[in-house]
T-cell receptor, first 114, second 115 residues
């Protein structure tokens, strides 16, 4: 069964304190791994797509990496505005067409204190 | 990226009634998706809606409970029928980004509370 597990469930950091969020997955053929940011009362905001082991993507203070079993979202020198829930999702290659079912983890709630 | 709006943004409903949620996109898209986000749980796909064809439902979701319409390439509705308190959740629509990245873009969600 395709599955996504995110850890930790919650993470509290001081401003400037770098850390990493983990996304472990099991999937029958990976079409893509996605990171989203979700603010309270809003829909998920797309951050990155990763396709193959060894791939990395960066955006401002965020850097996503991918291995064959997990992905990390590294946050460098975070600011209070980085506080949000970060969601990881995978798409299995077994689904046809250009899109398929996204399987989400439960997310990591990040709080950055000034 | 596409701009997606949903109506209503939130509602409180009585047990046994039905609510229709609207999703409007500012550009034509091939595929639209409906998700449910229950408290403390991950987003779960309810169904995929393509224009001109019946929606495809995921395991555990049935058309009688969650009928979906997709009358054109910019609009879709999800109805939550015969509601019970277990249907209290956030309902989100999303669309495919139309690029090679396979990303999906999400609407702001509809927060539903069933009493």
């Amino acid at each position: 069964e395709d599955q996504v597990t995110q850890s930790p469930e919650a993470l509290r950091l001081q401003e400037g304190e770098s850390s990493s969020l983990n996304c472990s997955y099991t999937v029958s053929g990976l079409r893509g791994l996605f990171w989203y940011r979700q603010d309270p009362g809003k829909g998920p905001e797309f951050l990155f797509t990763l396709y193959s082991a060894g791939e990395e993507k960066e955006k401002e203070r965020l850097k996503a990496t991918l291995t064959k079993k997990e992905s990390f979202l590294h946050i460098t020198a975070p600011k209070p505005e980085d506080s949000a829930t970060y969601l990881c999702a995978v798409q299995a290659s077994g689904y046809g067409g250009s899109q398929g079912n996204l399987i989400f983890g439960k997310g990591t709630k990040l709080s950055v204190k000034p | 990226s596409a701009v997606i709006s949903q109506k209503p943004s939130r509602d409180i409903c009585q047990r046994g009634t039905s609510l229709t949620i609207q999703c409007q996109v500012d550009s034509q898209v091939t595929m639209m998706f409906w998700y449910r986000q229950q408290p403390g749980q991950s987003l779960t796909l309810i169904a995929t809606a393509n224009q001109g064809s019946e929606a495809t439902y995921e395991s555990g979701f049935v058309i009688d409970k969650f009928p979906i319409s997709r009358p054109n390439l910019t609009f879709s509705t999800l109805t939550v029928s015969n509601m019970s308190p277990e249907d209290s959740s956030i309902y989100l629509c999303s669309v495919d980004g139309g690029s090679s990245y396979n990303e999906q873009f999400f609407g702001p969600g509809t927060r539903l509370t069933v009493l």
